[in-house]
């Protein structure tokens, strides 16, 4: 025997494999900041046993009831880490490889071919949606959640094969910590069910074994939805949903909004690009249209297999895929790309079955076409989710966006203020670009400051400037162009220079010279405005929001001449009105004195 025909050689080979092609996909930049949704986490953590221990008889502020998920990683790390995200990551790698332990020892287990679970394994791997997964630790409730979910099944599947009690006990303690992770595994005992009719048990008596977990999953339901109100949600307003659409949040509409979410789910397991979401992947043609050949040779040998014995597994797989996305089908507007983090486990199944068929029947005339044929298509695969998976890191609003835009605005704040002052007021005008829900609404200043005694408001969150503040206690920052500027001294200046700035075609700022030195003069001209006194807002080499008025001439213009006695520097013009109007105009012109 050589050394790799020894079946355990083969299987580390394997997993040390997708350990490098993890790393390539998803860890290059460990050190990224934390997204929205970890940061909201990471200020509302339990801060000690007592705290934490009461998580499991109440909701979290976030609405959802996650225990172990949501209140685990974050009071252990952030007193020895506070903000620096490195180390976050390490659980979630940890729970993510043990994820795809997990679905290669389901598909194993299924069927019952090695090469079979590795093709499914590595198409669970390297799908689209462990971009998000994989990102930081407020995925971590998909991740956890998905490990119970497919442990209890496993548990159950040997429970259904031997009779043994103490995997039925496995399976069942499994599905009490899935739910306990996240919400969706309440699909738990149906996809159990599906197990009962593939192994061909489908008497009464016989899929009663399964009555446990709908035990569990009864008493999880009466005290999350009954008690606890999860997310809002109460049995009367299951059973009789309110007329009215709710404002905001989740809300679950029946109809077509199934329908909607089904077509873009279904795109997305194929890791084709469709709608919002994915806009920011930008695929190349080829790409796209490799995707869909992809989808169209699975879907055309998967029904061809519904003829042959291999159709337990595709309608296993199939199966396992409808009841665990079906939770999130009828959120309007909210269906997201990694809600399919489970469910691809049973498309996996699926391609392994489909992938092997074709192998096996392209290896009785030629062995090395079909070992060359699996390579190209899966590594064709590998080749495009890794561009759509490294564009979503670095650029999606809810990833790399978000994180982005947290990190620079705090780098921008702690270099304009290094302190805060005390029992101190942040109001932020952020109507460009809304930062509440990347700063989880004030709570990252709070812990980048180490301290609870300041008050931050959001103009985007309808917040108002704060009335009666002392001025020594008050800083007004407006955020733009991707920058936070202070803008405290023109709003003691002249309250107007804060309001938000119009966008306008009619009236816009020109200037004629990009760059001066002394001696040298420029024209300022702004469209639409005709002998009219104006005032204008800008910065100075980044610095403060600062405040001036001019005259425009009879065509729109003011003249400026550059002297000794004009400091240099760069100067960046961001809004502009008519004196004695209410009206504010965006402007995005500068010039720079040398």
């Given at each position: 025997?050589?050394?790799?025909?020894?079946?355990?050689?083969?299987?580390?080979?394997f997993?040390?494999?997708l350990?490098?092609?993890?790393?390539?996909?998803?860890?290059?930049?460990?050190?990224?900041?934390f997204?929205?949704?970890?940061?909201?986490?990471?200020?509302?953590r339990?801060?000690?046993?007592?705290?934490?221990?009461?998580?499991?008889?109440?909701?979290?502020?976030?609405?959802?009831?996650?225990?172990?998920?949501?209140?685990?990683?974050?009071?252990?790390?952030?007193?020895?880490?506070?903000?620096?995200?490195?180390?976050?990551?390490?659980?979630?790698y940890?729970?993510?490889?043990?994820?795809?332990?997990?679905?290669?020892?389901?598909?194993?287990?299924?069927?019952?071919?090695?090469?079979?679970?590795?093709?499914?394994?590595?198409?669970?791997?390297?799908?689209?949606?462990?971009?998000f997964?994989?990102?930081?630790?407020?995925?971590?409730?998909?991740?956890?959640?998905?490990?119970?979910?497919?442990?209890?099944?496993?548990?159950?599947?040997?429970?259904?094969?031997?009779?043994?009690?103490?995997?039925?006990?496995?399976?069942?303690?499994?599905?009490?910590?899935?739910?306990?992770?996240?919400?969706?595994?309440?699909?738990?005992?149906?996809?159990?069910?599906?197990?009962?009719?593939?192994?061909?048990?489908?008497?009464?008596?016989?899929?009663?074994?399964?009555?446990?977990?709908?035990?569990?999953?009864?008493?999880?339901?009466?005290?999350?939805?009954?008690?606890?109100?999860?997310?809002?949600?109460?049995?009367?307003?299951?059973?009789?949903?309110?007329?009215?659409?709710?404002?905001?949040?989740?809300?679950?509409?029946?109809?077509?909004?199934?329908?909607?979410?089904?077509?873009?789910?279904?795109?997305?397991?194929?890791?084709?690009?469709?709608?919002?979401?994915?806009?920011?992947?930008?695929?190349?043609?080829?790409?796209?249209?490799?995707?869909?050949?992809?989808?169209?040779?699975?879907?055309?040998?998967?029904?061809?297999?519904?003829?042959?014995?291999?159709?337990?597994?595709?309608?296993?797989?199939?199966?396992?895929?409808l009841?665990?996305?079906?939770?999130?089908?009828?959120?309007?507007?909210?269906?997201?790309?990694?809600?399919?983090?489970?469910?691809?486990?049973?498309?996996?199944?699926?391609?392994?079955?489909?992938?092997?068929?074709?192998?096996?029947?392209?290896?009785r005339?030629?062995?090395?076409a079909?070992a060359?044929?699996?390579?190209?298509?899966?590594?064709?695969?590998?080749?495009?989710?890794?561009?759509?998976?490294?564009?979503?890191?670095?650029?999606?609003?809810?990833?790399?966006?978000?994180?982005?835009?947290?990190?620079?605005?705090?780098?921008?704040?702690?270099?304009?203020?290094?302190?805060?002052?005390?029992?101190?007021?942040?109001?932020?005008?952020?109507?460009?670009?809304?930062?509440?829900?990347?700063?989880?609404?004030?709570?990252?200043?709070?812990?980048?400051?180490?301290?609870?005694?300041?008050?931050?408001?959001?103009?985007?969150?309808?917040?108002a400037?704060?009335?009666?503040?002392?001025?020594?206690?008050?800083?007004?920052?407006?955020?733009?162009?991707?920058?936070?500027?202070?803008?405290?001294?023109?709003?003691?200046?002249?309250?107007?220079?804060?309001?938000?700035?119009n966008?306008?075609?009619?009236?816009?700022?020109?200037?004629?010279?990009?760059?001066?030195?002394?001696?040298?003069?420029?024209?300022?001209?702004?469209?639409?405005?005709?002998?009219?006194?104006?005032?204008?807002?800008?910065?100075?080499?980044?610095?403060?929001?600062?405040?001036?008025?001019?005259?425009?001439?009879?065509?729109?213009?003011?003249?400026?001449?550059?002297?000794?006695?004009?400091?240099?520097?760069?100067?960046?013009?961001?809004?502009?009105?008519?004196?004695?109007?209410?009206?504010?105009?965006?402007?995005?012109?500068?010039?720079?004195?040398?």
């Open positions: 025997m050589t050394y790799l025909e020894n079946p355990r050689t083969r299987l580390a080979v997993f040390g494999f350990l490098l092609v993890d790393w390539y996909l998803y860890f290059w930049n460990i050190g990224h900041f997204q929205a949704d970890t940061m909201f986490l990471l200020y509302h339990p801060t000690s046993v007592t705290e934490f221990l009461r998580e499991f008889i109440k909701t979290h502020p976030s609405g959802w009831y996650r225990p172990l998920a949501n209140e685990i990683i974050e009071p252990i790390f952030y007193p020895l880490l506070g903000l620096n995200p490195a180390v976050y990551r390490i659980p979630v940890a729970v993510f490889i043990a994820d795809t332990i997990a679905v290669y020892a389901l598909a194993l287990a299924i069927t019952r071919r090695q090469l079979a679970a590795a093709i499914a394994t590595l198409f669970f791997n390297i799908h689209t949606t462990n971009a997964t994989t990102y930081d630790a407020g995925y971590l409730p998909e991740l956890l959640y998905t490990f119970f979910f497919i442990a209890s099944a496993l548990a159950y599947w040997r429970y259904l094969e031997h009779r043994t009690r103490w995997a039925l006990g496995i399976s069942l303690a499994c599905f009490a910590c899935a739910l306990l992770s996240k919400e969706a595994a309440a699909t738990l005992p149906f996809v159990l069910v599906a197990l009962h009719i593939f192994k061909g048990f489908t008497s009464r008596k016989q899929l009663l074994a399964a009555g446990g977990h709908f035990v569990v999953l009864g008493c999880y339901l009466a005290f999350a939805v009954g008690y606890l109100h999860v997310q809002g949600v109460a049995f009367d307003t299951l059973l009789n949903p309110p007329s009215a659409k709710p404002t905001g949040g989740y809300q679950l509409i029946l109809g077509k909004t199934i329908l909607e979410n089904a077509d873009y789910g279904t795109s997305w397991m194929f890791n084709i690009p469709r709608g919002w979401m994915t806009d920011d992947r930008h695929l190349e043609t080829g790409m796209v249209s490799f995707l869909k050949f992809f989808r169209a040779l699975v879907v055309v040998i998967a029904a061809f297999l519904l003829l042959k014995r291999e159709r337990k597994v595709v309608l296993l797989g199939t199966a396992w895929f009841i665990t996305l079906g939770p999130t089908l009828p959120l309007l507007n909210h269906f997201l790309p990694y809600y399919l983090f489970l469910p691809v486990a049973g498309v996996s199944l699926v391609i392994g079955t489909v992938f092997v068929w074709l192998y096996d029947n392209i290896r005339f030629q062995p090395a079909a060359a044929t699996i390579v190209v298509l899966l590594g064709g695969l590998l080749y495009v989710c890794g561009a759509s998976i490294h564009a979503d890191i670095r650029d999606h609003m809810w990833l790399g966006g978000s994180a982005r835009l947290a990190r620079s605005s705090l780098d921008d704040l702690k270099r304009l203020y290094p302190a805060l002052p005390s029992n101190g007021t942040i109001y932020i005008n952020d109507d460009e670009e809304p930062l509440a829900w990347h700063h989880s609404s004030g709570g990252l200043i709070k812990m980048a400051y180490n301290t609870k005694d300041v008050a931050v408001f959001y103009s985007s969150a309808g917040d400037i704060p009335e009666g503040v002392p001025a020594d206690k008050l800083i007004l920052l407006r955020f733009q162009n991707k920058r936070l500027l202070d803008a405290t001294d023109v709003f003691i200046t002249d309250a107007r220079g804060f309001v938000p700035y966008n306008s075609g009619a009236y816009t700022l020109r200037i004629s010279r990009s760059e001066v030195g002394v001696g040298d003069s420029f024209a300022l001209e702004i469209s639409g405005f005709r002998d009219a006194p104006v005032e204008l807002t800008y910065t100075f080499n980044e610095g403060r929001v600062q405040l001036f008025q001019t005259i425009l001439d009879h065509q729109g213009r003011a003249k400026f001449d550059v002297s000794e006695a004009t400091p240099k520097g760069s100067y960046h013009f961001l809004g502009f009105k008519v004196m004695g109007e209410p009206d504010w105009f965006r402007a995005d012109a500068a010039i720079t004195v040398r």
